[in-house]
């Protein structure tokens, strides 16, 4: 896909976010809508994946560890081919397979059930591991939250990827500042982020993660790091492309309503206007 592409799907999976949450009377939408282009490049243009083939051996692997930001990843498989996007519109609810945090048991393209924070990585880690003994060629990626990184579970992990030298691994923190009680500076500051991974012996690389040339770049040179993990530190805007869910605290776990889910869709219509144009 080419850049244009790659924002007209982001904006359809922001869509599908908002539409899967407003459904649900309750999830994540800021979180979901900040790491949206994360999403759209790893499943549109960086993994090797096939949605008729989910669990293919030689797939490349990805464990949302923030498992709370289900509705983002949920949209972008739904995008990408795993499911109808008219079942986004049963999350949450009695009987759906789409819950509020990924089960790998039950939804197409789901590699870990993630959500209790700190975990993931972890996971992400161990699928690495295997990686590497089988002598396999699939790359294992996980993305956190800036503010699940206050877990003390996702150092030993750090450690335990620098340790094994595992070049087949890309740690992602969506690094939008917010978490469910406030300014992450200001609740439990893990900055500089950077140089703790550093300090672990990651190669790292940051970005604006709302920003396909710099997510591009970025993921280009993970796969040219030999002999270590890479954390790439991706900047972004919680509630990205809504207007009134734009760095607002408040956004972290609360579905808008009628009136809310309209000015949304409208705000995300005007965005993919404007790229039609282009």
């Known amino acids: 896909m080419n850049k244009l592409e790659l924002m007209k799907t982001a904006n359809e999976i922001r869509k599908g976010i908002v539409t899967a949450v407003h459904s649900a009377k309750a999830g994540h939408p800021g979180g979901s809508l900040s790491a ?27 464990v949302l560890s923030k498992g709370h930001t289900a509705p983002g990843l949920y949209s972008t498989l739904a995008q990408r081919g795993y499911f109808s996007k008219e ?9 759906s397979y789409l819950q509020g945090h990924p089960d790998m048991k039950h939804i197409p393209g789901v590699d870990m059930s993630s959500g209790s924070l700190g975990q993931g990585i972890s996971a992400a880690v161990g699928m690495a591991v295997a990686g590497k003994l089988d002598q396999a060629d699939y790359r294992v990626y996980t993305l956190l939250g800036d503010g699940e990184i206050q877990e003390g579970q996702v150092w030993e992990a750090a450690m335990l990827a620098a340790h094994q030298k595992l070049d087949n691994l890309v740690v992602i923190v969506d690094n939008n500042n917010l978490q469910i009680d406030g300014a992450i500076d200001e609740v439990n500051s893990p900055y500089p982020i950077d140089k703790k991974f550093e300090a672990f ?16 770049a970025a993921f280009k040179e993970a796969k040219t790091v030999k002999g270590r993990p890479t954390a790439i530190i991706a900047k972004t805007v919680k509630g990205k492309g809504v207007s009134f869910m734009e760095n607002a605290v408040g956004w ?10 309209a ?10 206007e404007a790229l039609c144009q282009k």
């Open 201 to 216: 012996n990651f190669h790292v690389i940051n970005i604006d993660g709302n920003d396909f040339d710099q997510i591009d």
């Open 36 to 62: 949206a282009d994360i999403f759209t490049y790893l499943y549109f243009e960086e993994m090797n994946i096939d949605p008729t083939e989910p669990k293919k051996a030689d797939r490349d692997r990805f």
């Open 252 to 261: 972290h776990g609360k579905a808008p309503n009628d009136e809310e889910y």
């Open 87 to 95: 079942d986004l519109k049963t999350l949450r609810h009695t009987g």
């Open 263 to 272: 000015v949304a869709m409208a705000d995300l219509e005007k965005v993919g």
